[in-house]
């Protein structure tokens, strides 16, 4: 009886010291490696044990691979918090461990002291101040259709294109398409979170969009936000080339000969110029 | 010109100013949006700080063993032997870089050290976030440590702080780059400059040498002096925060493979931009854009054309010249427009052209001048009906008249024939009788010709903007009515007006997100009225030049427009639209009878409403994303006549243009 007694009590002390002494393990993309320490992206160092065992993360086996910088690593802490094994891949591993768990192993020389800057976003705002917005991104695909109101004198068949500081602001970046009288419209695919400015224009110099007062507009900016689709509605008052009245500007390369301001340029050479009266012969009128 | 010079040398004087003192920077994003083109996947990370004051900008000098660029997130990564030398006075080596050129941040990972004026500090990482000047540092000496450097103080660190979740974070990249170098100057939210680069097509390196990506938020930078072309591929040579440089290889159907350069000088408040195009052809046009923005209320800007045929860089042997020049007033509810335009359509002088003798070209400098007055559009009260008014006033002035200058007479008879007069004046300038003294057998000379025309034009728009015609359950059964009406009277000072009415009606129907039909209708009537006399009819009736419809002719024309237009994207990298029209217009169109209009230089027609337009036309266009940042867009339009001339019809070439996006 004892004698059992006293094989089940080593057996729970064996449960026991095992369970204590199991290895932590934690997968993440490492940050450096030197001066025996492992760091990963969190920032986090970790004491590296001088006979670590380095090996390949998919075979387990040997690896060519080093401990670098981008390096996926999966990595094994003994109790005291020092890494005794790294298993090493070029590609992502799949998520394994939590570094919240491991953060107490970190070494650092100061404690830590919080961040008035990050503070920030969680404080509720004073009187009078605005909540800090504290929006993140998830990136996704987003639709974003942009319906854009024309002046009413823009010419029917012209092409209307947003230029943006994502296309080295292109003036022909984006092209769209008619849908009535006065408006285009184009769709495009954007990520959550993306920002960029953007204007709109007939495609050259000269036919950049203008503000409402005739000056030069400063760029429309846009965040798109998380949402399947968006729609952003603009009005253009004025074309840089066109406005009403104005004298229209040729495109480079054509030169011009406005100086004959007949409405009709095209007519037939049988049809003699205007004259202040019918040449003799012919009745009034004719 | 003189003007023109004077508003350059005002350019300079200005961007001298502001190359001695850096501008300031644009307004550093927020938080909230990631000012990236494609955001962090790390969407829990830690908030970073809030930006302050605009930091200035920061030149970050970059070399590695490589350096890949990834245009469609403006991501640098670099690896081997990274050198990362700022503006802010620091030095940082290590084995890995990488930057966000959008969130405007970098970071140096792997036995890094740390220097500057005080010292040398090693660690396994540093993150320098720009915009809000903080550095991130993760130091090794005698075990690791954290330490934050605040607004540029090395010396004093802030030791301990926590840190963004993601200062230390590699983005996720598994497309092949862009661009590969081993060097790179960073101008902080505006440019990259790289050296020893390389672009791939197809897999294949293309060395490029230094080659600049452009993403200032500059809207400037969007100016450009170039005339279109089937393809453009750009290399953007040299530049900086305030310049580009670019060699353009184009292809048009006119001039078809050439090469051009365009030059940029941006700033704040003004631009300078230069071209030559082809470069690589007898006939050069050269181009200057000029703007400056003086206080809040006035813009002036110009642009000058200079045409010259000329092998290379030798004599030329022909040359003109065009200028426009545009200034802007702002008032509180209106603006002020005034706007000019001075030709010389032979600069090179008498004797410059060809044979016989020396009285080439004409050596008159015909100028146009208008000032305009323009309303905001204002909202009719109890009416969905917008209204905008204009008047202006102006002259032109031309001695010759059009289509003298081009022809060069009386220069351009055939060699050694016998010489005769300049054709007749054309169109309005030869208001007049037939002149008692006719120099010529072959054509009509009108007396006297009126150099000088001034003018005043008065105008207004109405409009409505989109009209609910139903209110359905099912938006995507809802039709939407458009309408539009200008008048516009122009009196000139010869006893003559031109008046025109532009009638606009558009119902259109979205069938669905990626399906959108309109049916369209236009009525333009232009009115050439003379007070005393006018138009005459047309000689020879019955004759292809003056056809029965035509006789009835008297300086008033009508043009009704029936449009269809379909418009389907099914994907936003695919857009299919179809336009087809048919014209009801008098004078009854003729084939042969009219002239058509130019083209320009990728063959589409510069007038898109003449006479004479056949009555049936169709056009349609397909544009295809054919790489990641190019867009292939192809168009083609077909017209022909109905009865009796149904037999005629013509179909122009495609019309092909790469576009980068």
Known sequence: MTQRILCLAALALAIVLLAAGSPVVVSGQLLAYQDGFVFFTTGDGFHVAPNIAIRDAKTGGPTTIKPAPRIWARATFDPSGTVT???LSHSPLPPQGNFADVAHFAVALSSPVPNPDLLKNIQTPGPGESAVASQTFSGRPVLVTFIVQVPPYTPFTSSIYITTDQSGWNAQAIPMDRVDALHYQITRRFNSGTIFRYLYDRGSLQSQEVAQNGLTRPPRSFVVADADVLTRRDTVYAWQDSGPGSVNQPQPQIMPTPYNPAPFPNLPISVPPPQPQPPPGRPPGY | MSVTLAAFMLFLARAAAHAATPGPSPTPTSVAPQASAAPTPQSTAAPTPQSTAPPPRTLVYLSAK?????????????????????????????DAFSMDLKLNRFMVAGNVTLHDSTGTVSGAAISDFLDFRRIYFVPVTSAP????????????PAKGRVMPGDAFYFPLVSEHPSITGTGAVIGTNTYVRFTNARTY???AGVPLGSYVVNFSPNQFFAQNTLSGATVDLTWNVAGNTNSLSAVHLRYDPTYHTYLSFEQHFVGDHEYAIFSVNPTTRAEKWWNLALYEKLGSRFQIS??????????????????????????TYALPHSYLTATSQLTNYNTLGPGSLEVPDALGGSLNHPSQAQITATSFANKIPGLPIFEQIYEGYGFNHDSVGAGQYLNGFPGFWPEGGRTFAPIPVPGLQAYGAPCQVQPSKVFTYYCPVYTTIWNTVFGFNLYTQ???????????????????????????SLPHWINSDNVNFSINRAFSRSLNVYVAYQILNVGDHYIHGGYLPCANVGTPLCPLSFTSFRGVSTQRTTSLGINEAPHPEFNFSLLVRHHDDFPIPVPGLFGLPPNNIIGQPLYTSYLGQAPYDATGEVRVKILSHALLDVSRTFYWYGNPYRTTFWQPSFVVQVLPI
């Open chain 1, 85 to 87: 094994e790294l298993d």
């Open chain 2, 66 to 94: 490589n350096i890949d660029f990834y245009y469609n997130r403006f991501l640098i990564e670099a690896d081997g032997n990274v050198t990362v030398r700022t503006s802010d006075g620091f030095t940082v080596t290590g």
């Open chain 2, 145 to 156: 440590d954290r330490w934050t450097f605040l607004d540029g103080d090395l010396a004093h």
């Open chain 2, 201 to 203: 097509f197809l897999n």
């Open chain 2, 302 to 327: 110009s642009f000058t054309q200079y045409y010259s045929q000329q092998n290379f860089l030798q004599a030329p042997r022909a040359a003109q010249q065009t200028t426009f020049l545009n200034a």
């Open chain 2, 466 to 492: 989109s009209l609910k015609l139903n209110h359905p359950e099912n938006p995507y059964q809802t039709y939407y009515f458009n309408a539009s009406y200008n008048k516009q009277y122009q009196w000139n």
